[in-house]
Nanobody, 117 residues
Framework: QVQLVVSGGGLVQPGGSLRLSCTASGIIFSSYAMGWYRQAPGKQRELVAAITSGGSTNYADSVKGRFTISRDNAKNTVYLQMNSLKPEDTAVYYC???????????WGQGTQVTVSS
């Protein structure tokens, strides 16, 4: 059974930084593409960043140059380093694991990120 445990959210001032972590268990981590999504109040969930099993990345235009996704296959963990945070980055952030062959999706619990002075 896939389990994704997310940590690292919180309150930060504009311009600040946070790092989110998502640790997976119950899966062969290297067989999964990993992603971070977010959902702000009244808005649809959107992809923030994704990383393939081979390490290729893609980002939403709104976070390019500010956020970095990375993965450590030895630790079964994916990270989202968020720099130069803006109030519009405020949302609940979710970790996603997608099997590279079956396309099966699994979700971690959300973590609140609030950017406010």
């Amino acid at each position: 059974q896939v389990q994704l445990v997310v940590s690292g959210g919180g309150l930060v001032q504009p311009g600040g930084s946070l790092r989110l972590s998502c640790t997976a268990s119950g899966i062969i981590f290297s067989s999964y593409a990993m992603g971070w999504y977010r959902q702000a109040p009244g808005k649809q969930r959107e992809l923030v960043a994704a990383i393939t099993s081979g390490g290729s990345t893609n980002y939403a235009d709104s976070v390019k140059g500010r956020f970095t996704i990375s993965r450590d296959n030895a630790k079964n963990t994916v990270y989202l380093q968020m720099n130069s945070l803006k109030p519009e980055d405020t949302a609940v952030y979710y970790c996603n694991a997608k099997h590279i062959l079956t396309g099966t999706n699994s979700w971690g619990q959300g973590t609140q990120v609030t950017v406010s002075s």
